[in-house]
């Protein structure tokens, strides 16, 4: 498996996640700027980290969405590669056309940072085989545009076609949209990620990434790198 | 000449900051205030004198860039 995550001025949770990556099995993950217009030869996975690219200036994540590594980027995963984002990246990959939706400012418009529950919905994809249908897992979040809002007809073909990767959920697994602890930033039926049509691109606001040692307080997100390392 | 860009949410789109200002102006004492939603202004300086070309090059880049069709309506207004 061979990385590459992208940095983007004020990005600030990629060396995070290369961690995370190298202790999923990645044997070469390297960092590539933005200004960039290819990503190195032989990449099987590209990510776009957590952060604060560009301000998050008109919305988050719209400047880097244009960014000239980004073409290279649209390329590799219509071609079937591999590509993850994680909150300001997941803003990204909805900005460029990449996933379905946007992330709109949290329903309660607080900035929210603190651990919540999340249920894997969908555990047919190189992201999350390593966990069970219905898992309950718990991830940090911090981010102030969360709120994932797609037309009806968009989120009944995301949940028929087994796309919602993950949901908010309570401790014991519930998922409520309406409630304000079990669905912290008011996202559409309480979606926390999603999968491409062809399952190869997984966007999602929670950090796996910050929770893959027991020292830091637990493993839950050490799975989705596990299943990755041994995707290539 | 001046291209004036205004951005708003599409109908139907949940807009907790413009409820939040509602809910404000309320509590100032204004009374008879409705919805409020929120949305974004932009001015471009451009070149050339054509007003219609104008017009479809600032729409081409409201479709790219400047709002986000998933959620939000744009509206170009050309200034000469």
């Keep these: ?232 | 000449m001046k291209a004036r860009v205004t951005v708003t949410l599409k109908d139907g789109v949940l807009d907790p900051q413009g409820q939040a200002i509602e809910k404000a102006l309320q509590n100032l004492g204004f009374s008879g205030v409705g919805a409020v939603r929120q949305g974004r202004y932009f001015e471009v300086d451009l070149n050339g004198a054509d007003p219609a070309s104008a017009q479809s090059r600032v729409e081409e880049m409201c479709e790219k860039l400047l709002a986000n069709t998933v959620i939000e309506n744009y509206a170009v207004e050309i200034e000469n």
């Design chain 1, 1 to 232: 498996m061979k990385a590459a995550v992208i940095v983007f001025p004020g990005t600030y949770r990629e060396q995070d996640m290369m961690r995370a990556l190298k202790k999923g099995g990645a044997n070469e993950v390297s960092a590539v700027w933005h200004a960039e217009t290819e990503l190195p030869g032989g990449t099987d996975l590209v990510v776009l980290p957590g952060g604060f690219s560009y301000g998050d200036y008109l919305r988050s994540g719209a400047i880097a969405a244009r960014a000239p590594v980004m073409a290279s980027v649209a390329d590799h995963a219509k071609k079937g590669g591999l590509a993850l984002g994680v909150c300001n990246g997941f803003q990204m990959l909805c900005e460029a056309g990449l996933l379905p939706g946007t992330l709109m400012r949290n329903a309660g418009l607080t900035f929210i940072c603190k651990e919540v529950h999340l249920r894997v919905e969908a555990t047919n994809s190189a992201f999350t085989n390593g966990y069970r249908h219905h898992q309950v897992v718990r991830f940090p979040v911090a981010h102030h545009d969360g709120n994932y809002f797609a037309d009806p007809a968009t989120l009944d073909r995301l949940e028929g076609e087994d796309r919602v990767a993950f949901r908010y959920c309570a401790p014991d697994g519930t998922v409520d949209p309406k409630s304000p602890t079990a669905n912290p930033n008011g996202s559409q039926r309480a979606i926390a990620g999603i999968l491409s049509e062809n399952r190869n691109i997984l966007g999602l606001m929670p950090h796996p990434e910050n929770l893959v040692e027991e020292l830091l307080g637990g493993t839950d997100g050490l799975p989705l790198f596990e299943s990755l390392g041994l995707a290539a």
